[in-house]
């Protein structure tokens, strides 16, 4: 896998954005991976762009790929869209919340 420089704006506004740890979301992802009869395999849980995320935070800056970058701008742009440049602080409902922290951004946390 080829690795990419991902610029310091992009670096700071995913992690602006993803504001839940790697911990968070791995746990967030399995308790909405559990059905009522079974549960999703661990590195099967939740949606393909928060298992991403969850990968990406598991990554070193240096060992980012181009792909990589495209999922994290992917990410902030569908936070910012949802919520502007500053998060507000509003959320619409509990669908919308869980909907956000699928992909790593809780609402409700500062």
């Known amino acids: 896998m080829a690795t990419t420089t ?3 704006r992009l670096w700071e506004n995913f992690h602006r954005v993803v504001n839940m ?3 968070e979301l791995r746990d967030w992802l399995a308790v ?4 009522e009869t079974s549960e999703a395999l661990p590195d099967q849980a939740g949606s393909a762009l928060g298992r991403r995320v969850l990968d990406i935070l598991g990554k070193r800056r ?3 790929t181009d792909d990589d970058a495209r999922v994290m701008q992917s990410v902030v742009d ?5 919520r502007g440049d500053e998060l507000d602080a509003t959320v619409a409902d509990d669908h ?3 909907r956000l922290m699928d992909i ?5 946390k500062p």
């Open 6 to 8: 991902v610029e310091d």
């Open 21 to 23: 740890t790697s911990r």
């Open 32 to 35: 909405e991976g559990a059905g």
């Open 62 to 64: 240096g060992d980012l």
């Open 78 to 82: 569908r936070v910012t869209a949802r």
């Open 96 to 98: 919308e919340r869980r």
């Open 104 to 108: 790593g951004h809780d609402p409700l």
